[in-house]
């Protein structure tokens, strides 16, 4: 069968592709996945978490119904960050966590992701692993009696987690004026509490768990929303979350939005000013700016790019052995201190920087001078661009007017029914026609 997972878990409109019935066979599939890998074959224990959306409680009902079949224990962290699951998952002897989110997603979306023992998303590998359990699960025994799994109420380890982000705030912030969106999503709690423990002053927006509003007009994908109040009441800087809190945008005093790029500009120069960034090499998706890459190099550094997708920017930092790295988007992660992307924790590393330095984010960002970029989404009925030979023969001769003055990427989104398709170069007059041209062969051929 096609698989079920995608770049992040598996996801669809819950109701619809993502159904009770197929949580249960998960929670089933991957608690006997996580039995098997086991060592110690003890009672099991596995840490869930979920965002505010309305479909959060059935799916968790249906994955707590598999888990415990499957005879593991399952603890409810309730509303919780991504971040916060990888972190607890970790540091508190779980031998797996489950995220129920969609992130970003529209409301109706919701998603299910996998953590193993260390807080590391699955690779492909064991997601296929998941998966043959999923094709075969009437050959694996369920727990019976005294084996069947208990639900244990966890609401107290939230307070872990946000002991640890406070922990990491190096510089005084008493005094900051700082504006936060939360995007009526996991981070509604819990990041307006670190920054105020910090002792900023805080203006907080959408900060109730509405899940029938999370990301509808506010948070990180739609960060003007924080921009105005920025201005309105002067403060020093702002952070706007997607609705599982692993991602932010950050919006400096002036209003200016700066991506994922710009922090990890602003965060990896100040490390390689420092000598803490390892191997004096930062990790980024192939869609992050060529700006980065000079600012990067201008201080002697180097820019490592992976094919897009958080944990694969996670298993590059791992494997080389680096500590800073990202996607545009916001997610950003700081392998020392956590192994996905967190954007609770980001925000205070980029604070951080900020009292260091001590200069304004403004100032800071003029680090990066980034190359003219367009992205464009095509929402399309057939994904497999690859093997459609007029969007090839666009594609490429997009690709051979820019020559070396720029470069064209085109992807599939693994979450949406949309082709993305982003064009970047020196020339920001020629960019405009290359990607309309692109964007329009693949509307006739795939939309």
Not at 69 to 84: E, F, K
Not at 372 to 392: A, I, T, Y
Request: proline residues 3%; charged residues 25%; glycine residues 12%.
């Amino acid at each position: 069968m096609p698989s079920i997972f995608g770049t992040d878990g598996v996801r669809g409109v819950a109701n619809r592709e993502l159904t009770p019935e197929l949580a249960l066979k998960l929670g089933l599939a991957g608690g006997r996945y996580l039995l098997d890998k086991k060592q110690n074959p003890a009672r099991t224990k596995v840490l869930i978490g979920r965002d505010t959306r309305l479909s959060g409680d059935m799916l968790e009902s249906a994955l707590v119904a598999g888990l415990t079949a499957a005879g593991l224990d399952v603890y409810l962290g309730g509303i919780l960050p991504t971040p916060a699951v990888a972190y607890l998952t970790r540091t508190e002897d779980f031998s797996g966590g489950v995220m129920i989110s969609a992130s970003h997603n529209p409301i109706a979306d919701n998603g299910i992701k996998f953590f193993n023992a260390d807080g590391n998303k699955l690779t492909d590998e064991q997601e296929n692993q998941i998966e043959a359990y999923l094709e075969n699960g009437e050959k694996y025994a369920r727990a019976e009696g005294e084996e069947v799994g208990n639900k244990i109420e966890a609401l107290r380890l939230k307070e872990k987690y946000l002991d640890f982000l406070c922990s990491k705030a190096k510089g005084d912030f008493t005094g900051y004026k700082v504006v936060l969106d939360t995007a009526y999503g996991a981070a509604w709690e819990i990041a307006p509490r670190v920054w105020e423990r910090l002792g900023a002053d805080v203006i907080s927006l959408h900060d109730s768990p509405a899940g029938e509003k999370i990301n509808y007009q506010c948070g990180s994908t739609h960060p003007q929303v924080i921009r105005e109040i920025i201005l309105e009441v002067g403060a020093d800087f702002g952070f706007a979350f997607d609705g599982d809190a692993d991602r932010v945008i950050a919006i400096d005093e002036g209003g200016n939005e700066l991506d994922g790029d710009y922090i990890m500009a602003i965060c990896g120069c100040h490390l390689l000013k420092t000598g803490e960034l390892a191997n004096r090499t930062l990790v980024a998706t192939k869609y992050s700016n060529q700006g980065l890459k000079e600012a990067l190099q201008n201080l002697g550094g180097e820019l490592l790019l992976t094919q897009n997708g958080d944990r694969y920017v996670f298993e590059a930092l791992k494997g080389k052995k680096l500590n800073l790295g990202g996607e545009k988007s916001g997610h950003i992660i700081f392998l020392e201190e956590n192994t996905t992307g967190d954007g609770i924790l980001t925000s205070i590393m980029l604070a951080n920087v900020i009292s260091s330095e001590q200069e304004k984010l403004s100032q800071l960002a003029q680090v990066m001078k980034p190359w003219p970029q367009l992205l464009r989404n095509v929402e399309v009925k057939n994904k497999e661009w690859k093997d459609n030979l007029r969007v090839q023969e666009v594609i490429t001769r997009a690709e051979n007017s820019l020559g070396d003055r720029g470069r064209l990427l085109v992807r599939a989104s693994g979450t949406e029914p949309v082709i993305r398709v982003m064009v970047e170069g020196k020339e920001e007059k020629i960019l405009g026609g290359i990607l309309d041209d692109v964007v329009g062969v693949i509307e006739e051929e795939l939309g």
